[in-house]
């Protein structure tokens, strides 16, 4: 088994141990969107489907060298797995969930449900990475914050 193969494993068996113990929070009535009523039905009532998408494109996905070490790979100095391309970042759409792909496996395997003004960051500066390990879950604010460090530190946004 690849070194590849044994990581999607991780993230596999990562995403299905936090989807078995999914629970609604107390304030999900409140909370609720189309999105978030999606997701949730998604991780309740199917949850192997979703896993099971997730590990399909992860395995997809180009597997891409390490970046050069510089200041602008600190957060994240392994290879991307992309998929799509920069202008059009791959999407799904799976029993009700219609979202970039990016988004949708990284909610999936923290089985987080999507808050408005939340954003999925790349810690990668890659827009169309869906390694898991890439990606996490942030603020506008952090996400431009990252875009800034990024532009400071010498990088090039791959994703623009």
């Given at each position: 088994m690849s070194d590849t193969d044994t990581l999607i494993r991780h993230f596999i068996l990562d995403g299905r141990r936090r989807l078995d113990t999914f629970?609604?929070?107390?304030?999900?009535?409140?909370?609720?969107?189309?999105?978030?009523?999606?997701?949730?039905?998604?991780?309740?009532?199917?949850p192997e489907e979703a896993l099971a998408y997730c590990e399909k494109y992860l395995r997809k996905a180009k597997k891409c060298n390490a970046p050069a070490s510089a200041i602008s790979s600190i957060q994240s100095s392994t290879g991307c797995w992309e998929l799509g391309t920069a202008k059009s970042p791959r999407r799904i759409k799976l029993l009700g969930v219609s979202d970039y792909l990016y988004r949708f496996i990284s909610l999936t395997l923290t089985a987080?449900?999507?808050y408005d003004g939340e954003v999925v960051r790349h810690l990668c500066n890659n827009r169309i990475c869906i390694r898991p390990d890439h990606l996490k879950i942030g603020s506008v604010g952090e996400n431009k914050m990252d875009d800034i460090?990024?532009?400071?530190?010498?990088?090039?946004?791959?994703g623009a």
């Amino acid at each position: 088994m690849s070194d590849t193969d044994t990581l999607i494993r991780h993230f596999i068996l990562d995403g299905r141990r936090r989807l078995d113990t999914f629970e609604r929070s107390l304030f999900h009535e409140k909370l609720r969107s189309p999105a978030r009523d999606n997701y949730t039905k998604l991780f309740e009532e199917t949850p192997e489907e979703a896993l099971a998408y997730c590990e399909k494109y992860l395995r997809k996905a180009k597997k891409c060298n390490a970046p050069a070490s510089a200041i602008s790979s600190i957060q994240s100095s392994t290879g991307c797995w992309e998929l799509g391309t920069a202008k059009s970042p791959r999407r799904i759409k799976l029993l009700g969930v219609s979202d970039y792909l990016y988004r949708f496996i990284s909610l999936t395997l923290t089985a987080t449900l999507p808050y408005d003004g939340e954003v999925v960051r790349h810690l990668c500066n890659n827009r169309i990475c869906i390694r898991p390990d890439h990606l996490k879950i942030g603020s506008v604010g952090e996400n431009k914050m990252d875009d800034i460090l990024n532009a400071y530190a010498g990088g090039i946004n791959k994703g623009a």
